[in-house]
């Protein structure tokens, strides 16, 4: 049973669309697919309304970006909440609206430095999104001819230690386990330990998001290595907590493919009974 927790379409900055990730989740072989798109639940519930009996179970969820109060960029995934929840769809809505200022400045700092993009470009590339974000942009300065990939946009002119970053309204990763809680859901923090996107958590601030309610920690994820995966797995076990493994899957680009990591059927059964703010459905 391949169980992949983390998953975007493109009503945030994965490449696929709903059906498509669908279509890519079968061919691959997967029995439980969460689709997490950053801030929005659109992906998932354009599925849900059409929704038949198939044989791909498809867990509601999303990615939730936060702040820390020192400035840090974390992100909380949430499964199986209501998704009517005022506080949590209140919370993603400022997310989503604060995200068009945030690129707009973004790409005023790149024109500034002499490189030539507009907000016209990156919309022609977020079209179908309703979470505007970094990769969209990326995939203007590739149409541009500024870099070649995605990756390499990111590791130069894109990633959260560059000049070019602004960040946008977030919740601190408190306020969105809380919320997450709240509205029935499970809360999993999100490559929590992956040093290549930017500052992270130590692992005594991981222990202390505990303490607000966090059900799981994501170890096995691409960015994380051997060392990094072992900390996550020791605190988890420690804490009795969810460990999950998921592609964090964009579109089959770079190393990304639909079930490269993969959550152990007992836990998702744990997280299942868990979360009580909605159910799954199959498709
Ligand atoms: P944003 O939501 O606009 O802040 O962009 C964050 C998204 O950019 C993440 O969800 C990843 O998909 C992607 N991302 C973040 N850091 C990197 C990186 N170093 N390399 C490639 N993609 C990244
Ligand atoms: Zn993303
Ligand atoms: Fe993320
Ligand atoms: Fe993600």
Known sequence: MKIDLHSHTNLSDGL?????????AKEAGLSVLAITDHDTLEGWQSLSS??????????????????????MSVHILGYLFNPTDLALTELMSLTRDDRIPRIKK?????????????FSDVAKHSESAQTIGRPHLADALIERGVVASRDQAFAQYLHNDSPFYVGHFAPTPEVAVHAIKNGGGVSVLAHGLAGSRGATYTLSEIEALLEHGLDGLEVDHRDHGHSARGALREIAHAHNLFAT???DYHGAVG???LGMELTAPEVWEGILARGRGCGVFTI
Not at 16 to 24: E, G, K, N, T, Y
Not at 50 to 71: D, M
């Open 245 to 247: 493994g998921s592609s």
């Open 50 to 71: 059409a929704a038949e009996t198939g044989s791909l179970t498809v867990v509601p969820g999303a990615e939730i970006s936060c702040r820390t109060a020192s400035g």
């Open 16 to 24: 696929d669309s709903p059906a498509a990730l669908v279509r890519s």
């Open 106 to 118: 973004i790409i005023q700092l790149l024109n500034e430095a002499g490189i030539e993009i507009t």
């Open 255 to 257: 190393a990304q493919r």
